[in-house]
T-cell receptor
Framework: SQKIEQNSEALNIQEGKTATLTCNYTNYSPAYLQWYRQDPGRGPVFLLLIRENEKEKRKERLKVTFDTTLKQSLFHITASQPADSATYLCALDGDTGGFKTIFGAGTRLFVKA | GAVVSQHPSWVICKSGTSVKIECRSLDFQATTMFWYRQFPKQSLMLMATSNEGSKATYEQGVEKDKFLINHASLTLSTLTVTSAHPEDSSFYIC????????????FGQGTRLTVV
């Protein structure tokens, strides 16, 4: 069955450092891979989308890579800030012709001042 | 960006009663909306796809008679949890696609349902 794996352990880093989160998937050939931010008790907020034919995407302090051979995406936050503390969700889409997205469980990021 | 509003943000109900959750697209029309459920520290699980003017499509294992979905207009979908039980307590989230072709989903704020 389709599976998305994100590190269930929280990631703790110091302010100013680069946070790197990993998303691995199996039994899926997504046309798109997305990253969302979710704060406690809130709905997810879209951050970045990367397509299967793209290797890397950047938006301000965010960078996403997509390796369809390894079936892995890396999500980087450079110059991290305490306000970046949240849960980050990886999501796959585009395999069914409709907008049906499957989500990973997310990785909790804590940025210490 | 597009705004999706979900109401209520939290609700407590007695076992056996029904609860209705609303999902509205405020500045765009959505022919399709999605309903998810999320348990603590778990991923969002798609429950059903709500289609304006037609029946919802439910995911495997989701009881359509228990989770009633109505998508009566292009800006409103409702999820009614009927005969709620404590195990239905969860975080329910809706999303919609404005159809701009960029595959960006916009989510509501979520509804925390507690059944006592």
């Amino acid at each position: 069955s389709q599976k998305i794996e994100q590190n269930s352990e929280a990631l703790n880093i110091q302010e100013g450092k680069t946070a790197t989160l990993t998303c691995n998937y199996t039994n899926y050939s997504p046309a798109y891979l997305q990253w969302y931010r979710q704060d406690p008790g809130r709905g997810p907020v879209f951050l970045l989308l990367i397509r299967e034919n793209e290797k890397e995407k950047r938006k301000e302090r965010l960078k996403v890579t997509f390796d369809t051979t390894l079936k892995q995406s890396l999500f980087h936050i450079t110059a991290s800030q305490p306000a970046d503390s949240a849960t980050y969700l990886c999501a796959l889409d585009g395999d069914t012709g409709g907008f049906k997205t499957i989500f990973g469980a997310g990785t909790r990021l804590f940025v210490k001042a | 960006g597009a705004v999706v509003s979900q109401h209520p943000s939290w609700v407590i109900c007695k076992s056996g009663t029904s609860v209705k959750i609303e999902c509205r697209s405020l500045d765009f029309q959505a022919t399709t909306m999605f309903w998810y459920r999320q348990f603590p520290k778990q991923s969002l699980m798609l429950m059903a796809t709500s289609n304006e003017g037609s029946k919802a499509t439910y995911e495997q294992g989701v009881e359509k008679d228990k989770f009633l979905i109505n998508h009566a207009s292009l800006t409103l979908s409702t999820l009614t949890v009927t005969s709620a039980h404590p195990e239905d307590s969860s975080f329910y989230i809706c999303s919609a696609d404005p159809g701009q072709g960029n595959h960006e989903a916009f989510f509501g704020q979520g509804t925390r349902l507690t059944v006592v």
